[in-house]
């Protein structure tokens, strides 16, 4: 994962650094890593398991700037943040209200855990936890485009270079 983690931000700062003008709100960045007791606090609040691979991510950094543009990749520090945290969550409900589970092909109990929303609530990416294994982890929605993912591992590489093809869902 920290080579993954690296190269995403080779990538990133490459991108950053090839813009102009220069943003701050854009510059990609690490930040300190995620305790354990962090980590077990944001499992809590998800109200699931943690996808292992995102668990690893958060140990190394507990999120990360400019994941994609000016949207960090969420961490155990943002559920602190009233207006962050609310954001989260008020992606998740209308995701939930106006694409159904069952609609999307996932089961009616999954649970659904924001871990990326742009700064409009418009596009995220929700974490999910359901009973079957051959169904994708993760769901990144909005603006027009469902896009589901197995691993954490697939959504960085397909953030980072493209070479990941998540299933679409196409309305």
Known sequence: MWMLIGELMRVRTREYLASSPLSPDEMP????????AQIRD?????????????????????????????MPLLGCRDWEDPERSGLGFMFRDVVLE???????????????????????????????NHSHNDLERFWWSGQGDNM??????????YIMDGSYSPRHLFD
């Open 29 to 36: 960045g690490l930040r300190p890593p995620a305790g354990p």
């Open 42 to 70: 944001l499992e809590a609040l998800a109200n699931q398991p943690l996808d292992p691979e995102y668990r690893c991510f958060l140990s190394l950094t507990d999120g990360l700037d400019g994941f994609q543009y000016t």
């Open 98 to 128: 106006t694409g159904t589970l069952t609609e999307v092909g996932l089961p009616e109990e999954t649970h659904a855990f924001p871990i990326h929303v742009n700064a409009e609530g418009s596009a995220g990416i929700l974490m999910l």
């Open 148 to 157: 589901f993912f197995h691993t954490f591992r697939d959504l960085v590489t």
